[in-house]
Structure formats: structure tokens, C-alpha cells
């Protein structure tokens, strides 16, 4: 398995999943042995305290973590790197989304390729399980080195990320990898469904098969704010594809109604500075509250603390953090532009661009606790029957079509 991202080093929601897949595939038995571009003892610590249970005897299967020497691990531009942009391309006002990725990424995509590709001939293996763009090349030649079948998993696209103006080198390395691959795994129907429009990849090609959630602590409320503030939780990346924009505009009507209420604002990104300033424009700075990036307990920590989280995707192939916020007690409000809203009931649902109908949900969860109380014992209960264990067993079943070539 080649993998560009994992905890407790990671900059969203894939390397959480690839974490989630590797124990749910040891736990089904299987053998992995994943490729990293580097790995530093932090992350051998979360491997082994992780893993350690699940020995040979008991699962059949184990983990080794192979490091591959590379500078770069976030696929995304640091706010810092997103300054330098601005300063180098301050007269170019169009939405090119090359801002979206940091430096010289496409080198540390080809080297990480070329060196993590020469595993396939010292490793036995029975097929290979790259994940989205950034480890498409590395699996391509994996490939041609074994000869063995190629699974590429599609967690998200460019036209996720971007909108209707996909980077071109990363959109054909998407096509490329999903073309030369023998089967293709999309977290969601709905983005099975843009592989298939925009990629021209054949239906029976893909699997469907939906994320799930690790067990999550719960957090009382320790009301850090105010104890009478109420608290909407927004996390995740500062970009387009986020809507940290509709959640702003959505902030803004609720505080017409509710002046106490504070939004909460986790995450970094290229929008980082845009949203600073269309808070302060609407307005509604002194209710707006921004954290910075949160990891490991930091996170379920503001899930626990919120009122409701809500996460007004504008395109989400899948979005893992509403299983979570559910799992650490908050209840959840997600756009209907995103793939969990398949397999989740117990969540409130608007358009992301629907900021009224929005904000008149969020109002509804804050002002009658029943509904919020409900929201969240069924959520918990639906979200219980999700784990990593029985989601492997479809990408087990994947395998197989790929080795009989069906």
C-alpha cells in the first residue's frame, strides 16, 4: 500500500482513513506493508500502540511502515507557502488552483514514485492499493515492476478540491492512475458518479465502499467560552471545497436571532486570511473564534464542546469528520453535496449554497435541545454499526476482482 499521509503527521482526513483501512485490513487477516515518504517516531509510536494487539496469532496479519526519503508530507500549501504565492502572483486575480498544492510537489510525487515503486521487487505481494493522486505513479510502476493487479482508491478529486478549474497535471495523473488501474475503490456514490463523468472511467470498473470512524472519547462541556454561549463548530481545510464562506454568511443570520452564539472556526488553508477578513466585513468578528489547526485529542476535544457541527461542503466525496463529531457526542449538520450523507440518517441536511434554510437549521438544534438530544442518541447508535473491520472486507472483495481480472 503506497500512502502519502498518516497520524499522527497528516493535513485532513486521508491519512485518518488510511490509518482506518490498514487496521481494518490486519484485522481481516491481511498482510500490509505500507509506504510512506517518511516516518518519524511519532508515527511508529501511534503504529505500534495501535497494533500491538493485533498480533499474528490473533489477527494473522501485521503492519511495517517503510520510509521513504522525501522533504514535503502535506499535500497542501502551509499558510506561509500561501503568502509566498500571493507575494510572487499578486497581479494574477484569476481561480487558477495551483495555490492549492505547496512547492515543488510534483518532484516529491515523481521521487517518491521512483523510490517507492523499487519495494515491489524486494516485498512479496499479492496486489497494490495506492491512494488518490499523489501515490498514483508510485503504483503505476509498482505495477510494472510485479505484475501484479493495481487498486487505486479515489478519496477525493480534483474537481473536489477545485471546482470547475482542475490543476491539468493532477487531473491526468488522476485519469492516468484509474486508467491503468485494475479496480477502482470511490468512498461514495456521489463520487463514483464524477469518476464516471469527468474521467470517463467504465461503472463496473469501480467498488463503492463508504469510510467509517474509529471510537472516539467523550468530552463533557467545560465551557472554555462563556457557559451560557452556545457553540457551532466549523473543521476542517480553509478552502473552496470546505464552504468557509457559506459558513460565515450562515453565522451572520443566526447571530441576528441569537446574539451570544460563537462560531468556532478550526483549520488552515489557502482561505485562511480571506475568511479572517469576511468576518471582520460582516461584521461578526467578536463572534468568530479561530483555533489554528487541531489534531489527536484537540479535536474530539472541540467536538465535545460544541452545540452542533457543521460542514457546508461544497463538493465531499466522502467526510469522515461528521462520524466523528457524532462519535465524541455532537450532533451534525452536513451539505447535501457530500458523500456520508449516504449512509448517515441522523444528521441534518441543507444545500451548501442554501445559507437561510441553513442558519434556520442551526437555530432549530440550538433553541430546542429535544431535537439536538435526538440528533445525537441516534446518531450515536447509527454510527456504531460503522467500523474499519467490516469496510475492509469490501475492499478484500475488490482485491479479488482485481486478481481473477473480473
Known sequence: MYGWEFPPINSGGLGVACKGIVEGL???????????PKVNDQMRAVAN??????????????????????????????PTAYHQFLQIHQQN????????????????????????????????HDV?????????????????????????????????????H???????????????????????????????????????KIDVVHNAVENAAHYQKTHLIEKKDQIVLFLGRMT?????????KMAKRVLEHKPKVKFVMAGDGDMMERVIHMAIELGIERNVLFSGFLKGDEVAKAYGEADLYVMPSVSEPFGIAPLEAIRSGAPVLISKQSGVSE?????LRT?????????????????????????????????????WAEQAKHMIKTYGRALSGV
Open 26 to 36: 490486519i484485522h481481516n487477516g491481511q498482510e500490509v506493508y505500507l509506504v510512506l
Open 166 to 204: 482542475p490543476n491539468q497535471q493532477v487531473f491526468d495523473l488522476e485519469r492516468r492512475g484509474m486508467e491503468k488501474a485494475d479496480r477502482v475503490i470511490a468512498v461514495s456514490h456521489y463520487t463514483k458518479q464524477m469518476l464516471i463523468k469527468h474521467y470517463g472511467i467504465p461503472e463496473h
Open 240 to 248: 473552496m471545497q470546505k464552504g468557509p464562506d457559506y459558513f460565515l
Open 49 to 78: 500502540n495501535q497494533f500491538k494487539i493485533l498480533t499474528a496469532h490473533e489477527s494473522g496479519g501485521m503492519i511495517k511502515q517503510i520510509a521513504i526519503p522525501s522533504g514535503l508530507y502535506s499535500p497542501y500549501a502551509s
Open 343 to 347: 449512509i448517515i440518517k441522523n444528521a
Open 351 to 387: 444545500d451548501f449554497w442554501d445559507v437561510d434554510e441553513m442558519a434556520n437549521q442551526v437555530l432549530a438544534v440550538l433553541n430546542y435541545p429535544a431535537l439536538r438530544n435526538t440528533l445525537k442518541e441516534h446518531g450515536e447508535r447509527e454510527v456504531q454499526k460503522l467500523s
Open 93 to 124: 486575480h484569476s481561480n487558477e488552483p495551483e495555490h492549492l498544492y505547496g512547492p515543488n510537489l510534483m518532484e516529491e510525487m515523481v521521487r517518491f514514485a521512483e523510490k517507492g515503486a523499487v519495494h515491489a521487487q524486494k516485498i512479496p
Open 128 to 164: 497494490i492499493h495506492t491512494h488518490d493522486w499523489l501515490t498514483a505513479e508510485a503504483g503505476i510502476q509498482a505495477k510494472q515492476i510485479s505484475d501484479q493487479p493495481l487498486v487505486m482508491h479515489i478519496h477525493a478529486t480534483e474537481f473536489d478540491r477545485s471546482g470547475e
